[in-house]
Nanobody, 124 residues
Framework: QVQLVESGGGLVQAGGSLRLSCAPS????????MGWFRQAPGKEREFVAH????????YYADSVKGRFTVSRDNTKNTMTLQMNSLKPEDTAVYYC?????????????????WGQGTQVTVSS
């Protein structure tokens, strides 16, 4: 089991930017595909972005397409989510996940390992 740690969350005004990072606390994750999910209060966890094991392919939820960019550095074992043009509806706890065995995994049950989450709050 891989333990993941997210960082970079915080409070930002609408239109601003944040950059989230995800790294393992132990065993490396250089090969599995990875993803970002988020969960707002009272709502189900939803898919945000996915990146293939090599980092060459990405996939985004329609709600964030064009504003968020997912990337990874397998030499440093990190994954990042650059979030621009943030909106109040982006407010949520953001989770990174690892272990999807294919490409384009958009369901939470396709990822066996998760981080504890980092809070992102966008004020209007």
């Amino acid at each position: 089991q891989v333990q993941l740690v997210e960082s970079g969350g915080g409070l930002v005004q609408a239109g601003g930017s944040l950059r989230l990072s995800c790294a393992p606390s132990g065993r490396t994750f250089s090969t599995p595909a990875m993803g970002w999910f988020r969960q707002a209060p009272g709502k189900e966890r939803e898919f945000v972005a996915h990146i293939s094991s090599s980092g060459s392919r990405t996939y985004y939820a329609d709600s964030v397409k064009g504003r968020f960019t997912v990337s990874r550095d397998n030499t440093k074992n990190t994954m990042t989510l650059q979030m621009n043009s943030l909106k109040p509806e982006d407010t949520a706890v953001y989770y990174c996940a690892v272990g999807c065995t294919g490409y384009g995994c958009v369901r939470a049950d396709q990822y066996p390992d998760w981080g504890q989450g980092t809070q992102v709050t966008v004020s209007s």
